[in-house]
């Protein structure tokens, strides 16, 4: 079993949909978790941290489920723009000494 | 201008050859790293540094080394390249003391022929 697993897709939506990706993880120790957004063969860049209260930027939701061990991000009201593959990262030490990454889920928004 | 540059962008070497990738950043972060990304790999720790005299393996350390210049810079070498290591290279700076948030420098593309 990997350490942080995604599915990786693609999901195929329509513009407007509601969309929802998940990321497990294998420690329960662990505690700084973050969704990262990557478009093909770019850097990934920081969408948002996860808290265990969870959080909200605009059109998109991060949950931490700890008893299940896994994080979760929700995007409403799809764009085309929003087409891109989603990396989550965990640092499973617990220690903030380094994360890990999944490798990633794909999104492809269509008309 | 970008805070955290990698060069060069894009590389192309032969099996044998020892070649250096360079990452430097003005965020001021103490931590810094060095992953590789391979379609359906994501991204791989190759070795990370806490600061200037710390420098720590990460997961797929082997045929790579590094060397923490200054807090600045952070370099990648390969002794001797092979085709498998051709791959997508990203340096990542973070802040450290709790503040984990990674910042990804463009890569650095790299073909081992």
């Known amino acids: 079993r990997k350490e942080v697993e995604q599915d990786p897709g693609p999901f195929n939506v329509p513009e407007g949909a509601t969309v929802a990706f998940n990321c497990t993880y294998s420690?329960?120790?662990?505690?700084?978790f973050f969704w990262y957004r990557q478009d093909c063969r770019k850097e990934p860049k920081l969408l948002m941290s996860v808290y265990s209260s969870g959080n909200e930027d605009g059109r998109f939701t991060a949950q931490l489920n700890r008893a299940s061990q896994y994080i979760s991000l929700l995007i409403r009201d799809s764009k085309l723009s929003d087409s891109a593959t989603y990396l989550c990262?965990?640092?499973?030490?617990?220690?903030?000494?380094?994360?890990?990454f999944g490798t990633g889920t794909q999104l492809k928004v269509e008309l | 201008d970008a805070d955290v540059t990698q060069t060069p962008r894009n590389r192309i070497t032969k099996t044998g050859k020892r070649i250096m990738l360079e990452c430097s950043q003005t965020?001021?972060?103490?931590?810094m790293y060095w992953y590789r990304q391979d379609p359906g790999l994501g991204l791989r720790l190759i070795y990370y540094s806490f600061d200037v005299k710390d420098i720590n393996k990460g997961e797929i350390s082997d045929g790579y080394s590094v060397s923490r210049q200054a807090q600045a810079k952070f370099s990648l070498s390969l002794e001797s390249a092979i085709p498998n290591q051709t791959a997508l290279y990203f340096c990542?700076?973070?802040?450290?003391?709790?503040?984990?948030?990674?910042?990804f420098g463009p890569g650095t593309r790299l073909l081992v022929l």
């Open positions: 420690n329960s120790a662990s505690q700084s």
């Open positions: 990262a965990v640092d499973l030490t617990g220690g903030g000494n380094k994360l890990t």
């Open positions: 990542a700076t973070s802040e450290g003391g709790g503040r984990e948030t990674q910042y």
């Open positions: 965020k001021g972060h103490d931590r």
